[in-house]
């Protein structure tokens, strides 16, 4: 529909008792073009100030909650949004709105992306960061499962998918204030499996373990509140360490004997929570693991000299 049309809609939804919107966004308003692949129609597109404006004519824009549609150009329609604001006067702070950055959810459902995954994560980070600062009462980043229930998945596919896309968006859902520190810690991960797993043997083996077993660790941490925290307090503590050996700067960073016993604590709460369901196989790969490590040799080694060690494990493939 056009703004006008939309705005007309809503206004009446409103009147008739609904207490908050949701908006769905056509192609232009999520930065893509309109005959990329797995273009559609529908939706609204907020191209710029004038069309928000238009289709939020008569909402109060700090008195219900906004809810646009999960996407990857969540700097845009923040940026657009904040100037309406402005424009009527309405302190940011104060408006629920959720901008749903998913860039995951937004690939699948849309099959394109404004830039690339690379530019997602970069755009993910800043957006947090800013969130953290002008957006007291609102959320930045989404985990749309609706996506995979759309295309036909059933409930657990749904759930693993939300829970599996990006393991770091668990710890959003703590209440710590960690946002910023999980989107960073995201865009590290991603960095180690691009610019580290995939250039070695060792790395390859340790990326396809992982996803022979990620819907079953996704699926356990939904379950255990315990082993959901553990993993977050081990890619917490570990992402500075992995940073700087990212951007050859390992050999100032030192693993402690700390570090080392949260990851053998976490990988044996791995295997008797994978034990206690019902599982097995991951139980058992984790333990084939746990057992090629000498452990007490990782203590005080820099995060360069972790990385050789781990490099040049040797492996049962």
Known sequence: PSPGQANRDLLEDLNEGATGCAIELGRAAKGLDSEGAGATEGGIDVRDLATLEKLLDGVYLDAI?????????????????AALCAERGVDVNECQVQLAFDPVAALA????LPGD???????????????????????????????????????????GKCKSHCPVYASLETGSGGVVEAAETAHVMYRVRD????????????????????????????????????AEDVLLDFTPGL??????????????????????????????????????ELAEAVSREVERVEWGALSDKNFDELWLYLDTLPLDR
């Open 243 to 280: 940073r700087a050996q990212l951007d050859g700067r390992g050999a100032e960073v030192m693993v402690s004997p700390e570090m080392v016993g949260q990851v053998a604590e976490f990988a044996n709460l791995l295997i008797e929570t994978d034990l206690n369901h019902g599982g097995g």
């Open 109 to 112: 459902r849309d099959g394109a």
């Open 65 to 81: 909650p906004i809810a646009f549609e999960s996407n990857a150009n969540g700097l845009a329609l923040a940026a657009t949004f």
């Open 117 to 159: 995954m690379t530019d997602a994560r970069a755009e993910l980070v800043k957006l947090a960061s800013h969130s953290r600062v002008h957006w007291n009462r609102g959320t930045s980043l989404a985990v749309d499962a609706g996506v995979w229930h759309r295309a036909g998945g059933h409930a657990a596919q749904e759930l």
């Open 195 to 230: 610019e580290r797993l995939e250039r070695s043997p060792n790395g390859r083996y340790f990326a396809s373990l992982f996803q022979e077993h990620r819907l079953r660790m996704a699926y356990l941490m939904v379950l255990s509140a315990e082993l959901r925290h553990a």
